[in-house]
């Protein structure tokens, strides 16, 4: 793992902020995850941009700049040699912190097979931000890993509409058409770009869902930053569809991996 704090790579043992910093004490900071396709940075501009949005949502005002940490991040990724890389921005009031190490892809069998899911009643604590402070969605993703899944699919314990997953977002599909929610939600950047190329076809629809509802739909998926879209076969035991993935996340699926992949 190559590491940047506040502008030098350093050591991994090295690699320290205060143990005063906010950003320890409270968790307040936010982060980014990116990624390389080829040895090129999939849209950083848009994820930067988010990461000031989650910075305005709590209040923070950081002293890095967006133009100081898009050269940070380009100057930490010269220093490695990976074609597929996972880039982490952490962003605090006075501390900037860069990790790029390997990434490591998914077994193609998630992407041919699909994956299974569960639902996990909650939300994350401030939808539109992306922060340290959110415990809440590492343990419900811890969940998932424990029940044998891979993605827990959080849901609103008082009218049981979908949100979205742990770490992704979420799509399902109906009669061919592909729909999402807009409601509180951390907009992906993966899911954006879905959107993107839906367009191109037929436009998706924004309305909210009922877990039962849910799988109950003709094709469900996921998106992530690291996965890209995730067919989801199962949910809390109930099989999706055809219990396989669906010609229209095929189609969407085919659609990324020519945009990221050129093939």
Same mark, same amino acid.
């Given at each position: ?12 043992? !090295?690699?320290?902020?205060p143990v005063v910093s906010e950003a320890f ?14 040895? +090129? ?8 941009a988010r990461l000031f949005v989650s910075a ?6 950081? +002293? ?47 992407? !041919?097979?699909?994956? +299974? ?12 931000? +992306? ?63 879905? @959107? ?42 109930? !099989? @999706? ?23």
């Amino acid at each position: 793992m190559i590491i940047n704090v506040d502008g030098k790579i350093t050591d991994e043992t !090295k690699a320290c902020i205060p143990v005063v910093s906010e950003a320890f004490l409270y968790g307040f900071a936010v982060f980014e995850t990116v990624r390389t396709y080829n040895k +090129k940075i999939f849209r950083l501009d848009d994820h930067l941009a988010r990461l000031f949005v989650s910075a305005d949502v709590i209040g923070l005002k950081s +002293k890095w700049t967006f133009k100081k940490i898009y050269q940070i991040i380009v100057d930490t990724l010269a220093e490695s040699k990976y074609k597929n890389a996972k880039i982490r921005i952490i962003l605090s009031k006075k501390h900037l912190v860069v990790t790029v190490e390997s990434l490591k892809e998914k077994p193609e069998s998630f992407y !041919k097979k699909g994956v +299974k899911a569960i639902s996990y009643q909650g939300r994350r604590n401030s939808p539109r931000a +992306k922060t340290l402070a959110d415990s809440f969605l590492y343990l419900a993703h811890q969940h998932a890993k424990s029940c044998g899944v891979y993605e827990a699919i959080l849901v609103d314990p008082r009218k049981f509409y979908v949100r979205e997953g742990s770490y992704s977002n979420i799509f399902w599909v109906n009669g061919r058409h592909l729909y999402a929610t807009n409601k509180n939600i951390l907009f992906g950047i993966t899911r954006d770009t879905v @959107i993107e190329l839906a367009q191109l076809d037929s436009p998706c629809d924004f309305e909210g869902i009922k877990i039962k509802s849910l799988m109950s739909a003709d094709e469900v998926f996921i998106t992530q930053t690291t996965s890209g879209i995730l067919p989801v076969v199962q949910i809390d035991g109930h !099989k @999706i569809g055809t219990g396989k993935p669906g010609p229209v996340t095929k189609k969407m699926m085919k659609a990324f991996d020519k945009l990221v992949w050129g093939k």
